[in-house]
């Protein structure tokens, strides 16, 4: 059936209705969060008993003042001419498909490895993984594509790691990701996968060994961590803070701090909480900042998301503000690092590639078992009729 835009135009009139009273109902709640938020930095915090009410009552994800100035806005240092060793992985993947001719996963992980000031050219490191489905699994394909996506995202700390740890310059080395550094879903959705956890701790740990200042940069954040605190603080810390209903539910960190922090400038930092975080070692703990990557009239805000040793040490939390604000300013108008997307257009698997592996997973196939292997009807179906876009 064709869309029915007859239907969908009503739809989208009270749709834009709608957003309109939303937009200034959470106008208002930006106001009232920023406000508190600066009555907060005015007083003190006792940090060590909120997270102990937070150990024994929450479940949720809070942030945790680690300065005595919460509201802290820190310009960047000038460019420095200091030459730096950046490593960026990103990683794509394919997920098995039980209506494909043949039935597998793919990881792709890439490595783009930069240095400033130099005349040296870039260099990309791979690796690529095939995975095969266990015959014998009764998960559904969602589980798999959780799985295969897990994978990837461990792959590409582990190939991080295995580079960064392996350059020996006398130069400062810093190592991004992608999206944020922690891997909270880890425990959470694959309890019994204790031998990727134990791979996603090794990978952080050389990286602690080396000393390697380490960041995951989250672009466009809808976290709600700092948000959480203010709520929370906002009321008797001693409640019960599992019950009753947020007082800003329409606003999230970044909408505070697009009103704190000018053009170049990051927050004050925040140590993100966690019950997986306080179970965790010194290393595995997750510090953040939020950057404004953006314009004057027209604010972006990312959140930098960086490991105990690299936010023990102010000089390398100053090194990695300025050196992330350097590249974003390559792509102009679209503040994004330059490394994050060179990585990304390295490790992504476009059609064709895809197409070649199924041909060749599938010639090798029929070689073994001797036999045919075709898509399933519905597959077939479905690519006849490609040229319409159906869910």
């Known amino acids: ?58 479940e949720k994800r809070y942030a945790i003042p680690a300065e005595a100035l919460i509201d802290g ?32 996963g793919l990881i792709n992980t890439a490595i783009f490895i930069y240095r400033t000031h130099s005349t040296e050219i870039p260099s990309i490191v791979t690796e ?31 190939l991080l790691a295995k580079e960064a740890c392996q350059l020996g310059c006398d130069n400062p080395v810093i190592a991004l ?28 740990q050389q990286l602690s060994e080396k000393n390697i200042i380490t960041a995951g940069y989250v672009d466009r954040p ?18 019960n803070i599992q019950s009753g209903e947020p007082q800003f539910p329409l606003i999230c960190d970044s909408d505070i701090f697009s009103l704190l922090l000018r053009p170049g400038e990051r ?59 350097e590249q974003t300013k390559i792509f102009g108008i679209y503040p994004y690092p330059y490394v994050l997307h060179r990585a990304h257009e390295s490790a992504l698997i476009n059609f064709a590639e895809k197409n070649q592996i199924t041909n060749l997973v599938a010639q090798e196939l029929s070689r073994q078992e001797k036999s045919f292997f075709q898509k399933s009807n519905k597959q077939i179906m479905k690519d006849m009729s490609n040229r319409k876009i159906s869910i």
């Not at 937009?23 to 508190?36: G, P, S, T, V």
């Not at 820190?74 to 039935?103: C, F, W």
């Not at 976290?223 to 008797?236: G, H, Q, S």
């Open 222 to 239: 809808r976290a709600d961590y700092v948000i959480r605190m203010i709520d929370f603080l906002k009321e008797n810390p001693e409640r």
């Open 1 to 58: 059936m064709p869309i029915n835009f007859e239907q969908l135009q009503p739809q989208i009139l009270q749709s834009g209705i709608s957003l309109g009273f939303q937009i200034q109902e959470r106008n208002a709640q930006l106001q009232k969060a920023a406000k508190f938020f600066r009555d907060l930095a005015s007083s003190s915090i006792d940090v060590e008993r909120l997270s102990r009410v937070l150990n024994k009552k929450s």
């Open 73 to 104: 806005s820190h310009p960047a240092d000038r460019e420095t001419d200091q030459k730096i060793t950046i490593l960026a992985a990103d990683g794509s993947q394919i997920s098995p498909n039980r209506h494909e001719a043949v039935s597998f």
């Open 177 to 204: 990701i992608d999206g944020p550094l922690q891997l909270f879903n880890l425990r959470q959705l694959f309890q019994n996968q204790k031998k990727l956890f134990e791979e996603y701790q090794s990978a952080i």
């Open 267 to 325: 927050s004050s930092l925040f140590n993100l909480y966690s019950k997986n975080s306080m179970e965790s070692k010194e290393s595995m703990k997750i510090f953040f900042f939020y950057l404004n990557v953006g314009t004057i009239p027209k604010p972006m805000i990312a959140r930098i998301e960086i490991p105990s040793w690299t936010a023990q040490n102010v000089e390398s939390v100053n090194l990695l503000h300025a050196c992330i604000l």
């Open 128 to 158: 690529t993984a095939l995975i095969h489905p266990d015959p014998s699994s009764q998960y559904d394909d969602e589980f798999d594509e959780n799985m295969i996506a897990l994978q990837r995202d461990i792959a590409e700390r582990k």
